[in-house]
T-cell receptor
Framework: AQSVTQPDIHITVSEGASLELRCNYS??????LFWYVQSPGQGLQLLLKYFSGDTLVQGIKGFEAEFKMSQSSFNLRKPSVHWSDAAEYFCAVAFRNAGNMLTFGGGTRLMVKP | DGGITQSPKYLFRKEGQNVTLSCEQN?????MYWYRQDPGQGLRLIYYSQIVNDFQKGDIAEGYSVSREKKESFPLTVTSAQKNPTAFYLCASSQQMHGYTFGSGTRLTVV
């Protein structure tokens, strides 16, 4: 079965520090990859997505992610975190032989210290 | 602007009552989904529909029911058979492989 793992349930970083959130998926056909962000009490907002081509993708709010097929990973990065980035982040994967259903990771809650 | 509208934002249910959560989209998306979110448990799929008049159970369908009579609408009924319905409910829609668009959620509380 397809699965998505976000190994870090909680991460705390200082404002201005760099950030990397990890995401690994189980082996399967060439994946479509997504990162979403959720503020408390809100729905999920799409940060970025990877379908093909350049493995480094840029998203909204200064985020980027890099697809590494050899590691089955799609880690999310930001060079300098702002207090407003505190939220929950979800990685999601769809496989090209499985229709358009997304499999979500368990989420990583980001806290930002002043 | 196109998007997904969930209503109400907050809903209170008495023990033994059925309640219906609304989800409407004007994105012309074929597929729609319902998720349940509990603290620390991520997203769990309740039901999904890939096309009008057809839907499938997700991982936690017991105690829930849905209908898909129109492309734009995918209401979720939380029945009295759902033993622990207090949660945050998210509706989403998608078209092909472009990812999901989510609504802003409904928080259901049993009183």
């Amino acid at each position: 079965a397809q699965s998505v793992t976000q190994p870090d349930i909680h991460i705390t970083v200082s404002e201005g520090a760099s950030l990397e959130l990890r995401c690994n998926y189980s082996y399967g056909a060439t994946p479509y990859l997504f990162w979403y962000v959720q503020s408390p009490g809100q729905g999920l907002q799409l940060l970025l997505k990877y379908f093909s081509g350049d493995t480094l993708v840029q998203g909204i709010k200064g985020f980027e992610a890099e697809f590494k097929m050899s590691q089955s990973s799609f880690n999310l990065r930001k060079p300098s975190v702002h207090w407003s980035d505190a939220a929950e982040y979800f990685c999601a994967v769809a496989f090209r032989n499985a229709g358009n259903m997304l499999t979500f990771g368990g989420g990583t809650r980001l806290m930002v210290k002043p | 602007d196109g998007g997904i509208t969930q209503s109400p934002k907050y809903l209170f249910r008495k023990e033994g009552q059925n309640v219906t959560l609304s989800c409407e989209q004007n994105l012309n998306h074929d597929a729609m989904y319902w998720y349940r979110q509990d603290p620390g448990q991520g997203l769990r799929l309740i039901y999904y529909s890939q096309i009008v008049n057809d839907f499938q159970k997700g991982d936690i369908a017991e105690g829930y029911s849905v209908s898909r009579e129109k492309k734009e609408s995918f209401p979720l009924t939380v029945t009295s058979a759902q033993k622990n319905p207090t949660a945050f409910y998210l509706c989403a829609s998608s078209q092909q492989m472009h990812g999901y668009t989510f609504g802003s959620g409904t928080r259901l509380t049993v009183v």
